[in-house]
């Protein structure tokens, strides 16, 4: 027999081969469900510790991607590199990000179907020795291969906390509070990478990287203390072979073949990604809004140095803006969870998927499309402006940036069901791929065009997205009737 997906409580066969083993059957399907040892049944405390632990080691692991670029045109000096006529300087990131959207494709499988608490030990403890290199590197091509592996590790590792509260928690309800928090340190690590540059890049870059080892470290005792076996099958599968054993009358849980994890880890995300229009336009969505967030840690030092003569550290620490805003979003992601909750009453008891995007839309429009205006026009007359004003721009971006990237995630996991890792999978591989390349341009961009309307770019680049999410919330229902995959999943 094979397991459920994420749940923790195993399937039943098909066949019983007599009454007797049918009741014998039942009974330990139920000693299962109401056993200590289901993640389930776990309290709430122990649950809260596993999710805060992995949701710290994901907001630490966004440090490193981006913690990079305050000191990166320092590093490029540093081993010779001219950025006359290209970025060589955000090589570093786009080797992270590049490695990050594919790593969590195959290793995330893996985790699920053979346990989480080695692998992820295991995993933290190499994502730290990647680093080690990065620090010392003696050329450019240790630091990028070195950042490669951590990216392909790291990338694993932040994308855990979903499949984690999917093992905790059984209703959408209860996951809705664990999925925020974690879609806040995903965005928010990457966010506050410039800021940790700005603040320790005047000893030297290296120290950077020095600075990133102690967090990684201190850190280390409480996930090796906290972490466990999340994954019920594994934990059910292990307690069968146990004397006191929990579920006798169950054969126990069968693996697929590594060989077709792997092929449906590669290749369903990328089925999903060109078949589904769902999956594809809300991947565009936030894998624009993710890139954002890459691509202001090139533009910020581009329009503040010259508009405002600030220096690398200062332009570094106008990411908190950003921050600031993706926090504001959190809050406000709070009653947007209640709401979503709340239109059960009108829809025969079950929410209405399409009521996760009430909070998005809105500010896909005025936070997104408004703020890369504001930011952009507030920037382009030098010593005409205060660069307070600009900033107040960059806010709502990130206000906007923290409850698309939510809706996104919550959305795709309510109608996907079944498929929804590979659907968020599929997410998550545009957001890095985006990160990865799109800030390469944006220099040449804002020069060409002028900060105004570069920024004006993007800001109808975000109402075009826009039209997605609108289109879904005035016939969502029809558009889930009409999907194949959704109706497979039973989410339609």
Not at 193 to 220: D, E, H
Request: glycine share 8%.
């Amino acid at each position: 027999m094979t397991c459920k997906g994420p749940g923790s409580n195993p399937a039943r066969p098909n066949s019983p081969e007599s009454p007797r083993a049918e009741d014998s059957l039942e009974a330990a399907e139920t000693s299962w469900e109401t056993h200590a040892t289901n993640p389930f049944n776990w309290p709430e405390k122990k649950k809260w510790g596993i999710i805060l632990v992995a949701a710290a080691v994901t907001l630490l692991v966004g440090l490193n991607a981006t913690a990079v670029t305050t000191p990166g045109i320092v590093i490029a000096e540093r081993f010779h590199l001219s950025e006359a006529d290209f970025p060589h300087s955000y090589w570093p990131v786009t080797v992270w990000n590049t490695a990050a959207a594919f790593g969590p494709m195959v290793g995330l499988p893996l985790l699920e179907n053979f346990g989480i608490r080695e692998a992820y030990l295991a995993l933290y403890l190499l994502f730290i020795l990647m680093v080690i290199p990065q620090a010392v590197a003696p050329n450019f091509a240790t630091l990028l291969v070195s950042r490669a592996i951590g990216g392909a590790v790291g990338g694993i590792l932040q994308n855990t906390v979903e499949q984690l509260s999917g093992d905790l928690w059984p209703t959408d309800k209860e996951r809705n509070l664990p999925i925020t928090v974690y879609t806040y340190v995903y965005v928010a690590g990457v966010t506050l990478g410039p800021v940790l540059g700005a603040i320790v890049g005047n000893l030297s870059w290296r120290w950077v990287f020095y600075v990133q080892l102690i967090l990684y470290c201190a850190l280390l005792p409480a996930v090796c203390a906290i972490m466990r076996e999340t994954r019920g099958p594994i934990i059910l599968r292990r307690l069968s072979q146990q004397p006191t054993n929990v579920t006798s009358p169950l054969t126990t849980c069968k693996r697929p073949p590594l060989s077709t994890l792997l092929y449906e880890a590669l290749t369903r995300p990328a089925h999903l990604l060109v078949t589904e229009p769902v999956v594809f336009s809300f991947t565009l969505w936030a894998a624009f809004c993710f890139g954002l967030v890459f691509l202001m840690t090139q533009s910020i030092p581009l329009v503040y140095g010259t508009t405002f003569g600030f220096g690398a550290p200062a332009s570094g620490l106008v990411q908190l803006s950003l921050f600031i805003g993706e926090t504001l979003g959190a809050f406000a992601c709070l009653p947007q969870n209640a709401y979503h909750t709340h239109s059960a009453a009108r829809n025969d008891g079950v929410p209405v998927p399409e009521a996760r995007l009430a909070l998005s839309i809105p500010a896909s429009v005025v936070g997104l499309a408004g703020g890369l205006f504001w930011y952009g026009w507030a920037s382009s007359n030098a010593g005409e402006t205060h660069w307070m004003l600009p900033t107040a721009g960059l806010v709502l971006v990130g206000f906007a940036i923290m409850a698309i990237i939510t809706a996104v995630d919550l959305y795709i996991a309510d109608v996907y069901v079944r498929f929804a890792g590979s659907a968020i999978a599929a997410v998550a591989m545009g957001e890095n791929i985006f990160a990865a390349w799109l800030p390469l341009a944006s220099a040449r961009m804002y020069e060409a065009l002028g900060y105004a309307w570069a920024s004006s770019l993007l800001g109808f680049v975000a109402l075009g997205l826009t039209a997605a999410p609108v289109a879904l919330w005035w016939r969502g229902e029809w558009v889930r009737r009409k999907s194949r995959f959704i109706g497979e999943a039973g989410g339609a």
